[in-house]
């Protein structure tokens, strides 16, 4: 197997990671290991989403979601199933529903209550997210959502209107609440802007990747 190089998005890293494709199929399911200079405040947990950027051969970004399905803590490699490639940020009209995959932190709470419970977020569009906690919430549940979006914290009122279990998490489908047409375009303007700068991201850390191991 031909060595492919990749960056990986996840919630607790303020930065892309720099890895390297060990086997498998990228699009399927693979191991990849982490570069040396990543191996500090790693904390991957089994379940957690991951946004996968590599260069294809003409030098285009390819981005796809995925999940940590297993990992080898002492070799730091970790097990990834991907989703396939979504693309949203340049025609956001005719696509406007099409979700794109990311690796967020964020809060949920109820309508009704004060409490914030963290979230992690796997991915969204203009009209929800798929989010995951270790709390539980009911469907139909009015929630209102926190997503920390770069140096940003942007709030939604939101629907539950979906709920299952992954790798021992509550993974909830979500659906944002758009009061009027302002609120509408709003979110989308802040969704384009965002999913914009993390292409950007992903691109600049692939371009200068130096790949340690």
């Known amino acids: 197997m031909e060595k492919l190089n990749l960056v990986l998005r996840h919630y607790n890293k303020v930065k892309p990671m720099h890895c390297t494709v060990v086997s498998g199929d990228t699009q399927k399911v693979f191991t990849v290991k982490l570069c040396e200079d990543e191996k500090s405040g790693a904390e991957i947990l089994k379940g957690d989403p991951v946004l996968i950027g ?14 940590i399905v297993g990992a080898i803590p002492k070799e730091e490699e970790y097990i990834i199933h991907a989703n396939n490639p979504e693309n949203i940020a340049f025609e956001t009209e005719r696509r406007q529903y099409e979700r794109f995959p990311t690796s967020l932190t964020g809060e949920i709470k109820l309508a ?11 991915d969204f569009s203009y009209a929800g997210m798929c989010i995951y906690s270790n709390d539980e919430f009911n469907k139909d549940d009015e929630v209102e959502i926190s997503a920390f979006l770069s140096n940003s914290v942007i709030k939604y009122d939101a629907t539950i209107v979906r709920k299952t279990v992954n790798f021992g998490r509550c993974e909830y489908g979500i659906q944002l609440t758009h009061r009027d047409k302002n609120s509408m375009y709003a979110t989308q303007n802040q969704l384009t802007s965002f999913i914009l700068s993390e292409k950007e991201i992903m691109y600049r850390h692939l371009l200068s990747a130096s790949f340690k191991f």
């Open 112 to 122: 009704n209550s004060s409490k914030r419970e963290p979230v992690c977020i796997k």
């Open 54 to 67: 590599f260069l294809n051969s003409d030098e285009s970004l390819y981005l796809s979601g995925g999940n």
